[in-house]
Each structure stands twice: as C-alpha cells, then as structure tokens.
C-alpha cells in the first residue's frame, strides 16, 4: 500500500511540475527585466529565410526533373498535346511555389526588420533585409531554371503560352 502512495505522490508532482512548467515559461518571456539578445533574433530570422529558400528552391528543381521524364515520356509515344498540357502544368505549379515562398519570406522579413527596428538595432535590420532580398533573388532564379529546364524538354514543340512571374492576367489566360 504504501509503494502505491508513494508511486501516485510522485506520478502527481511529476504531472503538476510539468504543467506549470510552460506558465513558468511564459511568465518569463513577460518579465521586463529581461530584454531578448537583437543578435540572437537576426539569426533567427536569417535561418528559417533560408530554410524556406532551400525548400523552395529544392522543390522546384525536384518539380522540373519530374516535369521533364514526364514530358519525354509524352513526346516518345507521340503524345504532343500531353506533353504541351504538362509542361504547362508544371510551369503553373512552380509558378504558385514560388509565389508563395516569396510571400513567406517576404512577410517573415518585414517582421523580424520591424522588431529589430523598435530594439533599436538598425544595422542587424539591414542585414536581414539584405539576406531576404538574396534569398528573393535565389527563388526568382530557381523559378527561372526550372521553368527553361522545362521548355527546352518540349523541344521544338510549342508550349502554348506560358506566364510571367510578373504577369498575374497572363497567368490566368495560360491556365484556362
């Protein structure tokens, strides 16, 4: 009886410690006294933007290589139409990707600039912003080789027309 008690004593100091544990968290993050490290959030914020790059820029390259085998795939057995409605497929889908990368990062950016602004480290905000403008750039480039990667697989066959990145009406008429 009394290994029972002892087991439920303990089994309920564990529960109860590990319940406060997070509003102790918590209470610290709220504390005035401790003013969080600008150096440490400029990190921060430079890896998850570039976490977000390399998965963007990962998959859009994994997107084409796909793209391609199934392309060749359609222009091997004679199948153009396929390979033209692929190829646009794909171009759409590493279009949206990329958009919304460049809307994560761009979103991600304003906010870590704007806390570095308010702690009054300018100079950390600036080269946050110019990490994201670099990691922008690398996603806008990936977009770029994949969908030429995508092209050239066509070959001599015509896409039909194929949007701009920039071009939101052109994107809509190549879709439909």
Known sequence: MS???????VLTVLTVGAWGAPAR???????????????????????MVERIT????????????????????????????????????CIRLIDRRTHACLTRIGRLCR???SVLERMGADE???????????????????????????LDALG???????PTPTDPASLRAALR
């Open 111 to 113: 906010h870590c600039v």
């Open 124 to 150: 950390l905000a600036e080269r946050v912003k110019a990490h994201c403008s670099d990691a922008a750039e690398k996603v806008r480039k990936s977009r770029a080789r994949a969908v030429e990667a995508i």
């Open 3 to 9: 290994r029972r008690l002892i087991c439920w004593c």
């Open 54 to 89: 390399e998965r963007c820029v990962e998959a859009n390259e994994a997107t084409a290589k796909r793209c391609i085998r199934a392309i060749e795939k359609a222009l091997e057995e004679g199948n153009v139409e396929r390979a033209r409605r692929i190829a646009r497929l």
């Open 25 to 47: 968290a918590q209470n610290d993050a709220l504390r005035p006294d401790i003013q969080p490290d600008p150096e440490a959030i400029a990190k921060r914020c430079i890896e």
């Open 156 to 162: 001599d066959v015509d896409p039909g027309p194929v």
